[in-house]
């Protein structure tokens, strides 16, 4: 299960953020995950409610997860398409010469404090 792994990393960053900026609660953290980073949300949230008490600043916190939808491009013909809908064979030309250009990633996008912070 890596998404724990992942979990351990985001909940280190954050703290350190917080930590540095004097914040003594944060309320949600955002991350974005890539439609093929084999990264499943509800494994993530799973293991931030279970981790994020480790951190008393993150202990009310939640975890939003977004997803970045997985896009390739054909270096046949040049043209974009929906990596997940058709996989590594271009719907344009039928080349099998692509590659992903989104979709794998994993990124904090926001930490967010409480309204009265």
Request: net charge negative; aromatic share 6%.
């Amino acid at each position: 299960m890596h998404e724990l792994g992942i979990v351990t990393y985001v909940a280190r960053q954050v703290d350190e953020v917080a930590r540095e900026n004097e914040i003594d609660e944060i309320a949600e953290v955002v991350i974005e995950i890539g439609e093929v980073s084999g990264n499943v949300a509800e494994f993530l949230i799973d293991a931030w409610d279970y981790f994020r008490k480790t951190y008393p600043v993150l202990a009310g916190s939640k975890l939003r997860c977004e997803t970045i939808k997985a896009i390739t491009h054909c270096d046949g013909c040049g043209r974009n398409y929906p990596t997940v809908q058709y996989g590594k064979t271009c719907p344009h030309c039928g080349s099998g010469e692509t590659r992903l250009l989104v979709g794998r990633e994993c990124n904090i996008k926001e930490i967010l404090v409480p309204d009265d912070e």
